[in-house]
């Protein structure tokens, strides 16, 4: 069965400041790909990167990067000189092979707030 | 392009009775799917379809039909609403391979009394 897990509820950073939010997978399916979504107050959830298991070089987007250790089975987002705006929700994704299909299959999230 | 669409917003329900969540795309995606949020927690799949006339279950199907008559529209018909079922509903599109990335909808808040 495909599973994530983030270890943490919520982290709070101080604004400029680097933050690296924990994801760890499990999965039997050999091709899958990791994402992370954003989730403001508002709701809508927010396209942040994507990496596939075979890509060579770890996924970046502007001051998104994701830390991509296959071996330890482990995805975190890096997020670079924090902002304000940065306060929101963040959920870890794998999609995956599961019974012939391509699922997406989420972690419980992180709760990140940017202190000024 | 308006992307993923879902009506309605909100929706307050009394227990027994049933109704359908709409959701439309107008990207020509393959994909579709219908997932529900609980407090506190990532999102979980209900139902999905791989192409118009084709429907799967996902993590959490049941007390939820769906059907895909066309490419643009997948309803999600709740059949006898439970409290259990109080949640914010997001339907979501992809193209097909080889990209993975998910356009999700707004989200309807559901609540069941």
């Known amino acids: 069965a495909q599973k994530i897990t983030q270890t943490q509820p919520g982290m709070f950073v101080q604004e400029k400041e680097a933050v690296t939010l924990d994801c760890t997978y499990d999965?039997?399916?050999?091709?899958?790909?990791l994402f992370w979504y954003k989730q403001p107050s508002s709701g809508e959830m927010i396209f942040l990167i994507y990496?596939?298991?075979?890509?060579?070089q770890n996924a970046t987007e502007g001051r998104y990067s994701l830390n991509f250790q296959k071996a330890r089975k482990s995805a975190n987002l890096v997020i670079s000189a924090s902002q304000l705006g940065d306060s929101a929700m963040y959920f870890c994704?794998?999609?995956?092979?599961?019974?012939?299909?391509?699922?997406?299959?989420f972690g419980q999230g992180t709760r990140l707030t940017i202190n000024p | 392009n308006a992307g993923v669409t879902q009506t309605p917003k909100f929706q307050v329900l009394k227990t027994g009775q049933s109704m359908t969540l709409q959701c439309a795309q107008d990207?020509?995606?393959?994909?579709m799917s219908w997932y529900r949020q609980d407090p506190g927690m990532g999102l979980r799949l209900i139902h999905y379809?791989?192409?118009?006339?084709?429907?799967d279950q996902g993590e959490v199907p049941n007390g939820y039909n769906v059907s895909r008559s066309t490419t643009e529209d997948f309803p999600l018909r709740l059949l006898s609403a439970a409290p259990s079922q109080t949640s914010v509903y997001f339907c979501?599109?992809?193209?097909?391979?080889?990209?993975?990335?998910?356009?999700f909808g707004p989200g309807t808040r559901l609540t069941v009394t």
């Open positions: 979501a599109s992809r193209p097909g391979t080889p990209t993975y990335e998910q356009y």
């Open positions: 999965t039997s399916d050999p091709s899958y790909g």
């Open positions: 990496q596939g298991s075979y890509d060579q």
């Open positions: 994704a794998m999609r995956a092979r599961d019974q012939g299909a391509q699922k997406l299959v």
């Open positions: 990207m020509n995606h393959e994909y």
């Open positions: 379809s791989v192409g118009a006339g084709i429907t």
